[in-house]
């Protein structure tokens, strides 16, 4: 695969580049790239679970002239999908027997189905049995790659280490245990069935109308845990997107790859940051008891996108929270 480089993403010299889309992190599309290309270049797609990150996908892909279905569990919301370019098909993967009849067949999937915040039987009806029915359901088809996204939240690490890919992923909440379970019933697919799975762990999502400790900052109900220095690790919306992009056209099955930006960051720091951007006074320190009931399930450490950068060549359109928050600022500050 080596070959020259562009836009810091390796080239290889034996594919001929058709076309790069800079929107979406490192969006190459290569002619003749590997299983799943047909049609001169058009794709077969098919998104289960079309919200914050999946439509949005979808829409790019969809921009790049590929042919991209959209699965929700009901019909609302159809238009929206259809403005961006997918075609709406209706079924839920709890549910075997509502996919058997959607159209197909597919030549790429993307699992990003959400479980709306549920406890561990929604996870474990959601992740575990809703991705043994995807893969039974697509037992028949000509699928040429598989990708899930799954969360940094396996990691466990407490000690603010630097997490890799091969870092045990022993997470301390039953919800986190559900989606380790989950990834090891892809990976049993993969090698048994030669099911094409790639997994992608996803740091925190933020972007447009997203991330948790930005939208408390701005409603002045931010605390800061502890001394603040436990590790938040990020990742903005679009480059979810184009690592999925990435990790479809060049992702090697049965791996997994860290999808998170350049640099983790305490807590302390990321307000103080915002607090300078916005001049506000930082948010106050926890109380023993507000700290006492957040410390449950809390992990502190710097997780690693090496192999994402190095083997799936993905760089990123916001390499920090800087970049990407900066952009969100320049939102709120804008007048309606």
């Not at 549910?95 to 699992?111: A, H, I, S, Y």
């Amino acid at each position: 695969m080596a070959g020259v480089r562009e836009n810091g993403c390796p080239i290889p010299n034996r594919l001929k580049k058709l076309r790069c889309a800079r929107s979406f992190g490192c969006g190459h599309f290569w002619l003749g790239a590997g299983p799943g290309l047909r049609h001169g270049g058009r794709v077969r797609v098919l998104i289960v679970g079309c919200g914050y990150v999946g439509l949005p996908l979808g829409a790019e892909l969809a921009r790049r002239g590929h042919v991209v279905s959209g699965l929700r569990r009901t019909a609302e919301g159809a238009e929206e999908l259809v403005a961006a370019g997918l075609t709406p098909v209706v079924g839920d993967v709890t549910r075997l027997e509502t996919l058997q009849g959607l159209p197909g067949p597919f030549d790429w999937v993307v699992n990003t189905v959400s479980s709306s915040k549920g406890g561990p039987e929604v996870y474990r009806s959601v992740y575990v049995e809703g991705t043994r029915n995807l893969i039974a359901w697509l037992a028949g088809m000509p699928v040429r790659k598989f990708v899930y996204t799954s969360s940094t939240s396996v990691y466990g690490q407490s000690d603010g280490a630097e997490v890799m890919e091969e870092s045990p992923a022993e997470p301390g909440t039953e919800t986190g245990r559900l989606l380790i379970e989950t990834e090891e019933v892809l990976r049993t697919a993969a090698r048994a069935d030669n099911f094409p799975a790639v997994v992608l762990r996803v740091a925190g999502i933020y972007g447009p109308g997203r991330g948790h400790l930005f939208q408390q900052f701005l409603r002045d109900e931010a605390r800061i845990s502890g001394d603040g220095g436990r590790l938040i690790n990020m990742i903005h919306r679009d480059d979810v997107v184009g690592a999925i992009i990435a990790a479809l056209e060049r992702g090697e099955p049965g791996r997994t790859y860290n999808v998170v930006d350049d640099e983790g960051v305490t807590q302390l720091a990321f307000f103080q940051w915002l607090a300078a951007q916005m001049g506000k006074p930082l948010p106050p320190f926890a109380s023993a008891a507000e700290n006492a009931a957040r410390k449950r399930g809390l992990t502190n450490k710097r997780v690693a996108n090496r192999r994402l950068r190095e083997e799936l060549g993905c760089g990123l359109k916001y390499p920090t929270f800087r970049e990407g928050y900066a952009e969100e600022l320049a939102r709120v500050k804008r007048p309606a």
